[in-house]
């Protein structure tokens, strides 16, 4: 009778193995939902991360028109899906995040026209974005390059990371954001120290300035900023919504009493959700949330 008990448990343990690990592949099935290769980019989906990667590092994934338009239908993808929370965009290779224009390509000749309404990226004239987009910078951020990073809600940058508007030393100006969104986020003075001469500024420089939230080891930009957004992943997805709103809208109010008392959309949409309810209700019965962004 032992030996016959031994055996159950000995098949049920086996059986108990085999469900884990079949368990664990639905998963991984269910997290990586769809990587997509475009001419000038590449996409990848982990539950409801959306993962950006620039593709071009033989030219410092530099960006020309037909690049920029490919990465605003990305991003226009991105916004519109229900099931895709937060967004990473990074540069192929550990060389450079972007370099910015493909000032060569425009050199050459090559067609200037076809510049998406939204921008450098698809991002750095983009206004209709509520969900939070994570700049990975894996290296040399310049010109256009900072611009994009700059117009993302964080930067995780590796130890190698290079930043820097140089415009000026070529006779243009920062005028994809850059003039204007640096002194929103660092202030005047320490903008213009940057905007006024083209100066390079390192990873480390720029978190002590404040543009910059954490600084990674090389080659490590990406798994970095994943780990900024599973804690992002871990909020309710309409508060993360309405407070990156409110935010943002209130920095252009009159007054802090104008920006307390305002109205935000996405704070209508977090009170009328589901959301609202499964918060308090989950920490009530001391388990996970179970959000589902609506």
Sequence with gaps: MAEIHRLIGDVRQVIYVKL??????VNFSLLIQEEAM????SVSREGGLTIITIERPEVM???????????AGIFDDFVADPE?????????GDRAFSAGNDLKYQASGGDMSGQPSSGFAGLTSRFDNPKPVIAAVNGVAMGGGFEIALACDLIIASDNAIFALPEPRVGLAALAGGIHRLPREIGMKQAMGMLLTGRRVSAEEGKQLGFVNDVVPAGEAL?????????????????VRGSKQAAMDGMNADSLEAAIKGKYEQIQAMYKGS?????????SEKRAPNWKGE
């Design 38 to 41: 475009g001419d000038f980019s």
């Design 84 to 92: 895709q929370w937060v967004a990473i965009i990074t540069g192929a």
């Design 61 to 71: 994934n530099s960006l020309h028109p037909p690049g920029n338009a490919e990465l």
């Design 223 to 239: 798994e970095g900023a994943k780990k900024w957004a599973e804690l992002i992943l871990e909020c309710a997805p309409l508060s």
């Design 20 to 25: 884990s690990l079949f368990d664990k592949l």
């Design 275 to 283: 959301d609202f309810v499964e918060g308090p209700l989950a920490f």
